[in-house]
């Protein structure tokens, strides 16, 4: 992959990971999936805002597309509908 092709579809991660915390009220914010996980869905949208910050770039990009699986994990958990995502060679249906 070239970097215009990972840039290119770095607009549709950041599009589907806020389209997912567009979904998220204040009372989910405290969700854990498990009482072992570690982080709360607030928990890990103050990460995200922390790599954002102050990371190097391919770590931010890592650690986005890493936590942006496990909040549609705990939205699924809390019982809301499954984003459509793009796949590759797909466009997503919102």
């Known amino acids: 992959m070239n970097a215009a092709q990972f840039f290119d579809h770095w607009n549709k991660v950041w599009r589907d990971l806020m389209l997912a915390v567009l979904m998220l009220k204040d009372k989910d914010l405290g969700f854990r999936p498990s009482e072992h996980y570690q982080r709360s ?6 990460h995200i805002i922390n790599v954002e910050q102050g990371w190097v770039l391919g770590h931010v990009f890592e650690q986005e597309i890493h936590h942006r699986g496990e909040l549609y994990l705990c939205l699924s958990l809390l019982g809301y509908d ?7 060679g797909q466009r997503a249906i919102v």
């Not at 869905?41 to 103050?46: F, K, P, S, T």
């Not at 499954?82 to 590759?88: A, G």
């Open 82 to 88: 499954r984003l459509k995502t793009d796949r590759l």
């Open 41 to 46: 869905v607030g928990d890990n949208l103050r």
